[in-house]
């Protein structure tokens, strides 16, 4: 059974107690009796390196076996190719994609220079849920259908989400309380 959340930031967050929903969301989740949610400021944080934020992930933010990971885009990225390594309870992906968009800041991160290990993901992974907008003005949906095809995660799909980068995320912790039903 998961004990833990960590919250892991799209790139470009710097203070991550000031980005988006992820503050609120941790003191939700902290709300929640038996749960403990982990927000940190990430290493490298514009280039979101996978060979800096995946030990990171591992040493720092200790995801185990007992840890939901919540990636928003690049986060999102990063929690993939985490769940390709070592096993977490499950993955929440927040506007996640597969290629590097075309733009070099993307590129020189390290997680589009292979294939996905969709089934290393899915046997490591006790769930998977995916939020995805297809007014995302950064990601296409096409990104996302990849994921969704590969991984046939819990898929939350809006036409008027964005990128989510709103100040309070309120689906996400209702599927959180719903995983820990389970």
Known sequence: MASRVVIVPGN????????????????????????????????????????????????????????????????????MRYAEKYKVHGIILVSPCVTDLGMESERVSGYYSRPWEWELMKMNSQFVALYGSTDDPFISWTEMQVVIDNLNPDCHKFDDRGHFMTSVFPDLIATIQKLLKH
């Open 12 to 79: 470009g967050c710097g203070e991550v107690e000031k980005c988006n929903w992820y503050a609120w969301a941790r003191d939700e989740i902290n709300k929640v009796e038996g749960m403990e949610c982990v927000l940190k400021n990430m290493p490298d944080p514009v280039m979101a390196r996978e060979s800096i934020w995946i030990p990171f992930m591992h040493d720092e933010l200790c995801c185990d076996e007992k840890t939901i990971i919540v990636g928003h885009s690049s986060g999102a990225v990063a929690a």
